[in-house]
């Protein structure tokens, strides 16, 4: 645990930390010692998160109000953490709207673009320049299994976070010869507050939270392989469909997951 943080630096950043995969990420981050800057649009969840960490593991922690979907959101973040030996960061927030892409309106599919793509790439190129001048540093963006399979319905956050996985694959492989890390972990159903309130009560809700893995086992598995594989599957049943998808034609697998939310 102390190794990580001799090995990335004294500070992490959570781009997405009040609740779910976020917190999760922040809880592990100070498990290894790191002090972490809590970013979310939720203040007081934030502190009471901060004030947790820091009785259970003697961290530091700073909260920075910010709504990722809103224009220099990134730039004021990196204002404001200007003094910090940053050497941690993931970028864990997204944002998905249910419903035909022929129903939403332009502000909705504006909105996710600004949070899944743009602030993501303007937090992915500034902390990869600035990891690789100091030839230090992780880096955990977090994509889905939507970004495998598309997905009709969240169509939009489906191809943001295949934008993502692609971005982080190929980046992390130009990284290869620094003493940067890299990684896109791809989530399936994860019980979560917003996977919790999204879930349809229908038979394929049902199975979906059967089968679902909580934060702390995606945890698990991503701080087991961080530094050793740049994008992976999590969860056995996960990696079992994926290679089941990879027999069918996207037609077919497409089918298969907006039958689920139809
Ligand atoms: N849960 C699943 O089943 C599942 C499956 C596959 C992949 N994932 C991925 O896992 C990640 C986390 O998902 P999640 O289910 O934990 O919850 P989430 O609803 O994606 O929220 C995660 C965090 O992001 C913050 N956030 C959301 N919008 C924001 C904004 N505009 N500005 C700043 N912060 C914002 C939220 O805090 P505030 O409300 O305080 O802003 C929250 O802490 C996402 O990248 C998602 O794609 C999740």
Redesign the pocket.
Known sequence: MIEFKAKYGEWGI???????????MARSLAERKLNVVL?????E??EALGKELVEEYKIAYQVI??????DL?IERIIEQTKGLDIGFVS??????VFGPFYEQTWEQEQ?MI???II?FMKYFHYYTKLFKEKNRGGII??????GITGAPYIAQ?GAG?SF?SKMTEAVAFEMLDTNVDIMVP??????????L??LPDTEAGKA?LAA??T?EE?MEEIFENFGKKRSMILGDLNRENAKAMANQTSDQTIEFVGNLFK
């Open positions: 959570i781009f997405g930390a009040t609740d779910g995969v976020g917190k999760a970013i979310g649009r939720r203040t969840a934030l109000t910010e709504d990722l979907s809103t959101a970028y864990v927030a997204c944002l998905s909105q600004n949070i899944n602030s963006n977090i994509g889905s299994m939507s956050y976070k993502i791809i989530l399936g159903s994860t019980i979560t507050p917003s996977f309130k999204s979906a679902a893995m934060p995606c």
